[in-house]
């Protein structure tokens, strides 16, 4: 099998409508700070997980429109360090991959708000929502990296490393939910510009 081959069937879950490919960052001139991003339905282990983070905050949105589902946009950035590594260095390029992730989490979210259909996205560093009040479960990037995209963790002490199939662990995940239609969700994936 190919690496790319590999690589395709790495990514390739049953809860893909939009694979993974690489936007650029409206919010930024910097080619650092472009974003792989794919679209998710939430399969059954992260629906348990959502309702534990999210209560049910999403219900209060849309209730009428039955073409409504829960949506998973996993990104992922590559950093210019290997994350796994410590030093002054690697927490100025954890700040800097939180910031745009901040910035086009905001963004995404304000655009599905503005239709009308609850969006949140979750603070990488505490694992927590950013929108939603009264909630306080934690989020594992990690593991949803892990169900939804297939990419593979390991242990390392007490913290799981995730490792993307072309970065390794010069990855910065972070995810955004939504309750909206599809077509929705993934008009407003597309219409972000392909990074070259």
């Known amino acids: 099998m190919s690496e790319q081959q590999q690589q395709q069937h790495q990514s390739e879950t049953s809860s893909v409508i939009v694979p993974p490919r690489l936007v650029r960052n409206t919010q930024s001139s910097n080619a650092d700070d472009d974003l792989e991003c794919s679209l998710h339905n939430l399969p059954k282990p992260l629906l348990r997980e959502f309702s534990h983070v999210f209560n049910n905050e999403h219900v209060n ?3 009428n429109d039955s073409n409504l589902q829960l949506l998973a946009i996993p990104t992922n950035q590559r950093a210019r360090e290997d994350l796994v590594a410590v030093g002054d260095h690697i927490e100025t390029e954890k700040d800097r991959l939180l910031n745009v992730f901040l910035t086009f989490g905001k ?3 304000e655009q599905l708000r503005s239709q009308g259909y609850w969006a949140d ?4 560093c505490s694992g927590l929502p950013m929108i939603s009040l009264n909630c306080n479960k934690v989020y ?5 990296m892990e169900c939804l995209l297939n990419y593979k963790a390991y242990n390392a002490g007490f913290c799981k490393i995730l490792t993307h199939p072309k ?3 010069a990855v910065y995940p972070a995810t955004i939910f939504a309750y909206a239609p599809v077509e929705v969700a993934r008009s407003l994936l597309e219409s972000l510009p392909s990074a070259s």
């Open 61 to 63: 949105f849309g209730s």
């Open 107 to 109: 963004c995404i979210c």
């Open 121 to 124: 996205y979750i603070d990488p």
């Open 140 to 144: 594992s990037e990690v593991d949803g």
């Open 167 to 169: 970065w390794g662990s």
